[in-house]
């Protein structure tokens, strides 16, 4: 696979992952909304995208630990 084609599919696999991260937190009842890709990494040259989560506050921070405790094994 050629960078650019690299490139793409890297793009493509974060966007598909903020989708999803964001309808499962939507399920567990919290919402980031500055869930998203950090602009800044997808303008280098041959990109590689960094998943941004973003600041919240600190009741979204609580609920987001207890849901990750629950889903713990």
């Known amino acids: 696979m ?3 084609h690299h490139a793409e599919a ?3 696999h974060a966007e ?5 991260l964001r309808a499962a937190l939507t399920e567990a009842g919290i919402a980031l909304p500055s ?6 990494t997808l303008a280098r ?3 590689c995208p960094r ?3 973003g ?3 600190a009741d979204t ?3 987001l630990a207890a849901a990750l405790r629950r889903a713990a094994p």
């Open 45 to 47: 040259e041959t990109p």
């Open 61 to 63: 921070a609580a609920r």
């Open 35 to 40: 869930l998203g890709i950090d602009p800044a």
């Open 2 to 4: 050629d960078g650019k």
């Open 55 to 57: 600041g919240c506050s």
């Open 51 to 53: 998943i941004e989560l």
């Open 10 to 12: 890297c793009i493509e």
């Open 16 to 20: 598909e992952t903020v989708k999803e």
